[in-house]
DNA sequence: CTGAAAGCGCTTACAG
DNA sequence: CTGAAAGCGCTTACAG
């Protein structure tokens, strides 16, 4: 064991200024009244002393820790890493600490992270939950009257607030782009996880023009955009031209493209559904002899740093991350300062960023390409 | 305030289940003896009531959170985000909460953090300093008896750990590969921040074969690399082809790569010194004409996803990233656990990886090229 | 404005 | 093996 030094406390302050430790405690810890005489005692006391509170004896008492817990997917992707930024800008400005732990896509993981920041006495917590039928450990916190906040991704019917992107619109701006640049055989990669459907069922249910896929998680949201377009464009659909990888791996994706691009009618254009699957299609499109944009068009749900260097610079659907995070803090840091209102889902905007790799299809052996604008 | 249940206690578990809080603790925190029989009693208790336990009482008492703490420059950076997620899954692995903070790169808010985590009573913490000779918060922290191990950077004469990379040697292996294809103007970008001298007087200091860069920060033993490769080659060293941007901005890294690039005699390879200079020297390069590799050759320092499938493919000195987070939490849990060896220093190899951004130098008007190599 | 006392939810000697 | 009592370092009524 370290010998940690047992450190000074508000009794040896209090002792030292002689004065009760209610007072060096209210002086201290800034509450109650104090009278200037004794409060310049107490201060200069702590000083000499080097005096630091113990927040754990505080928060045992007070019963509020001022301290976040969050539960992401995997701090270490960009997208995970951009929201914690955010996040934790908001926290460190209100002097909150905040706790962080991984999920990894397990809902075992999820539940033991939920029930160690719940140990550790946290204020309120920000999720990513990564199942949207299994949140019961989630219900019990909100039951606890501990306030969460989810990101990008929601639990059915869990009533607590949300934060996340307009994720249809979005893919339906991305997928538009190319539908008038004349792209009529457009491939998408997305995780497309969870969902009990298959690809052609999912076609027919999203067709419906009532259909809505707001509680969906986002990659069904990103294809429901996708339908919508081709609805809009009158160009049908194929599932075909629809890679699943299914899980949150960048393998997964890059093997989809793979099989995608080495189909003798392949897409003349691709839309990804976020960083990873772009990782793992720009992966296989490395591996090919496809030229962007002559050959193959790209669009990619969420921007990354890189993509604005490299040649050709990517087109991306740009998702504020920062600000979600942000925006995921200040809602619960309301909720835990006492704000009550009904249940608030924030869902932001995405920003089409045009760079240059969309063309116009090249007419491939065996298809005939007609270009009609929308 | 939210009306925080007050929560089920210890105490009513040992109601319930009729024995002292005493017992109830020792089955519930799994110390000292306990009969089966009140073993049993007691933990159906706590099942029925739904007791968790509260980590901070305990704390308070045992003196020991099993919480560490971790200063980082920026957390949303990949080179910090793939430290975390190593530190995270050691933590993880350990049942040991994970407190996160961003210095930015300020001494202030590096301060601040470590003030936040001392009062949250953290076990340990983990810091990349950012300043090597602003110290003092740091030692008083290892004075009170909390170990600190630092990561890829570390201040002078603190008496603490240090997990980070061989610096000089994955340079002077990566330009010592571009000296070997021929170059002879060899631009490097990088922060080189710190240090009182010039690119001038650095060049002399580095060139005695005995200098010793190991306490100075990453990207002067990175220029140090740059030194002994030239040294070693016979190539003169020209202070014009160091970019200095001074701070870590990828914008500034940028600037300084085209400046550099913009020069009539140019250098024919860069060398960038880490992730965001990369990021703002690929920048310059997009925006220049020049092709690579045969215009130009890159090797990076630090190797991120995106360097394997843009087109070329970037060379890179791969840090273990991941295993330098998880080697300082595996210190920081030694020293915790009450191993007190003296000072140790792990220092991690670097790997050269060979994708195709590197070719000879096309002859440039006015210069003639021999190659020779070493 | 100040202090003595109680108490937050646990763990830790100490008797038995 | 078990329980009564004390106590971790603070804050919170409650008198005065």
New interface residues.
């Given amino acids: 064991?370290?010998?940690?030094?047992t450190?000074v406390t508000i009794t040896d302050v209090a002792r030292l200024a002689g004065v009760s430790t209610a007072t060096a405690g209210r002086v201290l810890g800034d509450y109650g009244y104090s009278s200037r005489e004794k409060r310049e005692k107490v201060l200069s006391a702590a000083q000499a002393l080097?005096y630091?509170?113990?927040?754990?004896?505080r928060?045992?008492i007070t019963?509020r820790?001022k301290?976040i817990g969050v539960v992401a997917g995997?701090?270490?992707?960009?997208f995970y890493?951009?929201i914690?930024?955010g996040i934790?800008d908001v926290a460190?400005r209100n002097?909150f600490?905040?706790?962080?732990?991984?999920s990894d896509e397990n809902i075992e993981h999820e539940i033991r992270s939920v029930?160690?920041l719940?140990?550790?006495?946290v204020d309120g917590m920000i999720v990513s939950p990564c199942d949207p039928e299994g949140g019961e450990h989630l219900v019990?916190v909100v039951?606890?009257?501990?306030?969460i906040v989810q990101i990008d991704r929601q639990v059915h019917s869990l009533g607590a607030d949300f934060v996340g992107v307009d994720n249809k619109q979005g893919a339906h701006d991305a997928v538009a782009r190319l539908l008038a640049q004349g792209h009529r055989r457009i491939g998408m990669i997305g995780e497309l996880g969870y969902g009990d459907w298959s690809i052609e069922e999912f076609f027919a249910l999203a067709s419906a023009p009532s259909y809505a896929s707001d509680s969906l998680y986002p990659s069904w949201q990103r294809l429901h955009g996708y339908v919508e377009a081709h609805r809009e464009a009158g160009v049908p659909l194929d599932p075909m031209l629809i890679g699943r990888s299914r899980s949150y791996s960048a393998q997964g994706a890059q093997h989809q493209a793979q099989m995608l691009l080495s189909n003798k009618s392949r897409p003349t254009a691709l839309f990804t559904a976020d960083g990873l699957m772009t990782?793992g299609t720009?992966?296989a499109?490395?591996e090919s002899d496809l030229a962007l944009p002559d050959d193959l068009s790209v669009i990619c749900f969420d921007d990354?740093?890189?993509m604005?260097?490299?040649?050709p610079?990517l087109d991306a659907v740009a998702q504020p991350r920062?600000a979600m995070g942000e925006a995921a803090a200040q809602l619960l840091l309301d909720?835990?300062?006492?704000n009550?209102e009904p249940e608030k889902r924030i869902v932001m905007r995405t920003r089409q960023i045009v760079r240059g790799s969309v063309a116009p299809p090249r007419a491939l052996p065996g298809q005939a390409v007609s270009v009609t604008g929308q």
Same sequence: chains 1, 2.
């Fill in positions: 064991m370290s010998k940690k030094k450190g080097g630091r509170p113990n927040l754990l004896a928060s045992l019963g820790t301290t995997d701090i270490q992707s960009p890493a951009s914690l930024r934790s460190e002097d600490g905040l706790i962080i732990t991984n029930r160690l719940l140990e550790k006495q019990s039951a606890a009257g501990i306030p990782e720009m992966a499109v490395a990354l740093d890189w604005g260097f490299v040649r610079r920062g909720r835990i300062a006492g009550d």
